[in-house]
């Protein structure tokens, strides 16, 4: 009697790989054919390449070359920041070591960085403190600190005076994002826009709920020390102002951050810190018609609201980039406004020069350098090694087949 036998596993598996795929998913799949690469050298890998293979002849040179040439390059560099002149004053304590009369600068607190340095010409630098009789009723008072410094050689192919602050950590987390772009581009926004963003704490004022304008941290602390342009002191008695310029001082891509307010006078107040204060950042509780902030005129504070990345840095103040600074004595009347001694930091103003490469900066040449003596000291080392325990390129006794198994 025939009996109807049961297929085996071997009958039931597919008997091809579309086979193994329709079982898997009944619907249609694209053919294999269809899903290779085009047939061309990119695709298929075949270009043509040089895989050159390293060897002391090869790498020993190559090391050589990338030396000599970084010693090459950071030695011009380096002495073009030499022929850059730079003097620093600091003149932090300038109302505690010198209230009313002269007195000299601490040694410590001032640097005279010039390549020649005509020694004759030389005086020691020496500051004085007096009360602002324009700002009286400011909190914190404000003073004016006079120095009166020597330039002992001639400054040339433009001067720049700086302001430098210590121990200022700009770049915080906080610090940094606290500023509302579309404000400063003069975008509608609400107080509840600017106090749940960037600009919280200082979007919306907690007395009149306005806008804060500019709001945010940056804006509100913004440097507010002034420098008068140097005066050299002839020996007749006169007086030679040195003019110098506070336009041109920041990026020229930086005007597209900022356009003229457009807001109604009842919509915004002043930053805290602007509030009662004097100077170029001083305001009553209110704007008055006509007289709100512009950042559109005023660079220093787009300097100022570029943030720097390191706590010690300089920005720019003045400039003249036509007039050499001839040798003499000099005087600078500062406005002391910008309290720093509650973070226990210091502020300078610095007088300097450029050069191809900038300021005074001898850490870009230096670091050319230590990579060529890095390079020149790897090669010595691959020499000394080839010299004492050479190896043939290629050598078929170091293959793994030519070695006894262990």
Not at 36 to 60: D, F, G, I, M, S
Not at 212 to 219: D, F, K, Q, R, V
Not at 255 to 278: L, Q
Not at 295 to 300: R, S, V
Request: net charge neutral; glycine share 6%; proline share 8%.
């Amino acid at each position: 009697m025939l009996t109807k036998s049961r297929p085996s596993k071997k009958d039931e598996e597919p008997s091809s790989d579309e086979d193994i795929d329709g079982a898997d998913n009944k619907s249609e799949k694209t053919p294999y054919a269809l899903q290779r690469p085009a047939n061309t050298a990119l695709r298929q890998q075949r270009l043509k390449a040089w895989h050159p293979l390293l060897t002391h002849n090869t790498v020993l040179p190559l090391l050589a070359i990338f030396g000599v040439l970084f010693a090459i390059l950071g030695g011009v560099m380096y002495w073009s920041v030499l022929l850059v002149n730079e003097l620093t004053i600091d003149y932090t304590d300038c109302k505690n070591l010198a209230p009313g009369q002269f007195s000299p600068v601490p040694s410590d607190k001032y640097n005279y960085r010039f390549h020649s340095l005509d020694s004759s010409r030389f005086e020691p630098p020496v500051y004085r403190s007096e009360p602002n009789t324009a700002m009286v009723g400011q909190n914190p008072p404000a003073y004016i600190c006079t120095v009166q410094l020597s330039i002992p050689n001639e400054l040339s192919g433009g001067v720049f005076l700086y302001y430098k602050l210590t121990n200022y950590y700009q770049n915080h987390r906080r610090y940094i994002k606290n500023i509302d772009y579309d404000q400063m581009l003069s975008k509608p926004r609400s107080p509840k826009d600017l106090q749940d963003n960037q600009c919280k704490p200082l979007g919306r004022d907690p007395d009149s709920g306005k806008s804060i304008y500019p709001c945010g941290l940056i804006a509100n602390s913004v440097f507010n020390d002034t420098f008068s342009s140097p005066q050299l002191l002839e020996t007749n008695g006169q007086r030679t102002e040195y003019a110098m310029v506070d336009r041109n001082i920041v990026w020229h891509d930086e005007a597209k951050h900022y356009k003229t307010p457009d807001y109604n006078v009842s919509d915004i107040v002043p930053p805290p810190f602007w509030r009662g204060a004097k100077g170029p950042f001083g305001y009553g509780d209110t704007y008055e018609e006509g007289k709100i902030f512009d950042p559109t005129q005023n660079e220093h504070f787009q300097v100022w609201m570029r943030t720097a990345s390191f706590p010690t840095f300089r920005k720019l103040y003045q400039r003249n980039d036509d007039l050499p600074m001839a040798p003499g004595r000099y005087e600078i009347v500062i406005g002391d406004n910008y309290p720093v001694s509650m973070f226990d930091g210091t502020k300078s103003f610095v007088i300097s020069t450029s050069g191809w490469v900038g300021g005074r900066n001898l850490e870009l040449g230096t670091m050319h350098i230590a990579v060529a003596a890095l390079c020149i000291l790897c090669v010595l080392l691959l020499a000394i090694v080839q010299l004492v325990n050479p190896r043939r390129p290629g050598d078929v006794r170091f293959l793994s087949w030519n070695h006894p198994s262990k």
